[in-house]
């Protein structure tokens, strides 16, 4: 399994409905994309305070490889991360991604 984590630096301005309809729609991906385990998605509640920013989040819980890799070109999957490229702050650079095996 491939657990594949992304932290988000979301722009000041958005409200928390337009927040909470972004964070479903990735997890609405898992009813279209074959091989999504899992979604879950929240704000950091860490108290150490090294979020650097980045303080919305979500994780994908895929089956395996293959299946992370037919997710990242997926359409519907593309459509979702124009829309959340286009509500971080600095674009790409309000985006955080990180993957490994479970």
Sequence with gaps: M????V??????????EEKQALLESVVALKQVIPGILDVRYGPNVS?????GGFVDGFVVTFENAEARDAYLVHPEHVAVGE???SSTDGGLAGLLVFDFNL
């Design 83 to 85: 829309r959340i490229v």
């Design 2 to 5: 491939i657990l594949h984590c």
């Design 47 to 51: 108290p150490e305070g090294l979020h």
């Design 7 to 16: 932290l988000l630096r979301l722009k000041a301005a958005m409200t928390g």
